[in-house]
């Protein structure tokens, strides 16, 4: 089982992801198994890898959404205990791109050329 608790995740469309699952035990030290799946599938999609201990999520996933997914822990030994664990991994939508600049203006906004009250009293200052 594990020895902490095995959290949801959230990716954003486009990002790649890596996840580590918690540390599990095993109090009769005989090893177990380790393996990953769709809730109620039979394995993980191309865009999902799992190398027994971490996650890969590709960048490429298609599909914005939730996907619960199934961890299996199972003990090597004559009489296996097994234990199942879901969590889900949100793939949030990307932000949309936008048109700011390095200084964080937009320079396609209008009300850039507007000076604030505060910067026109400065400058009718200087002016005198």
């Known amino acids: 089982m594990f ?6 995740q959230v990716t954003i469309s486009g990002e790649s992801q890596n996840f580590t699952i918690p540390p599990i ?4 030290g005989d090893g177990y198994v380790v393996e990953a799946s769709f809730f109620l599938r039979e394995s993980l999609p191309s865009y999902i890898k799992f190398d027994g201990t971490t996650f890969m999520m590709d960048a490429t996933i298609p599909n914005v959404g939730l996907y619960l997914i199934t ?20 793939i949030e939508e990307a932000p949309p791109l ?12 209008p009300n850039n050329d507007l000076d604030t009250e505060e910067e026109e009293a400065e400058d009718s200052e200087e002016q005198r």
């Open 98 to 109: 936008s048109d700011q600049t390095e200084n964080g203006t937009d320079d396609d906004d």
């Open 3 to 8: 020895t902490e608790l095995l959290l949801g």
């Open 71 to 90: 961890v299996r822990i199972k003990d090597s030994n004559r009489h296996p205990i097994t234990s199942w664990y879901i969590f889900s991994w949100y």
């Open 25 to 28: 035990s095993d109090p009769d």
